[in-house]
C-alpha cells in the first residue's frame, strides 16, 4: 500500500520552460542552439545542482564553451528565474494528498541560488511535509546517495512510496532502493497513474 509520495519539482511541480524564455528573448534559432548547448544541455549545468560550485563559477565554465555567445550566456543566468513557473495544479495536488492521509516530499537537483527563490515564490513547498535537495546534500539524482538522503531523513520505507520524475534516468536510480515509479509527461497521466495504485487523488 503506498502511503508515500515524493515529488520531483522541474516538469513535475514547476515548469522549466528554458527553451521557451530563449526565444521570448528574440534569438534565432542558431543562438538559441548556441546557448542551449552551452548551458542547460551541457555537462556543466548540474554542477551548480551537486552544490559543489557557484552559479557564477558555472556561468563562467559555460561561458568558455562558447565565446561567440557569451554576452547572452551571462544574460541567460543573471534571468534564470524567469524561466522557471508554478504549475497552476501543485499546490492543489498537494493539499488533495496530504488531506487524503499521504505523506509528501520533494527530491529534487536544484542550485542554491535558483533554491532559494523557489522557496520565495513557489506556494507548494512549505505544503510538503520534507525535502531534500540536491546541494544541501552535494549528490544530484541518478546518485544512490540523494535516494538514501531522503529515506534516512524521513525514515520512509521505500516498498510504501511511489517516486514521481519526468526523467527516466532519475527513475531508474530510485528503483533499486525499491520505489515504485512514474514518469510524469502531464497532469492527467499523473492521476490515472496515481490510481492505478490505489492512491486516493
Known sequence: MIKTIILDIGQVLANFRWKEYLYECGYDEDTVM????????????????RGLLSQQEVMNLCCALDPSVEKEIKSFFENITETVREYDYSVDFI??????????????????????????????IPLADGKVISYEVKHIKPEPEIYQALIQKYNINPKEAVFLDDSEINLEGARPFGFTTIQVKNFNQVLEDLRKLGVRI
Do not use: M, P
Not at 548556441?34 to 545542482?49: F, G, M, P, R
Not at 488531506?99 to 520565495?120: I, P, R, T, W
Open 95 to 124: 493539499k488533495q494528498l496530504k488531506n487524503n492521509g499521504y505523506k509528501v516530499y520533494l527530491l529534487s537537483n536544484y542550485g542554491e541560488k535558483n533554491f532559494k527563490f523557489a522557496l520565495d515564490h513557489f506556494k507548494f
Open 34 to 49: 548556441k546557448i542551449s548547448n552551452a548551458t542547460v544541455l551541457s555537462k556543466y549545468w548540474q554542477e551548480e545542482d
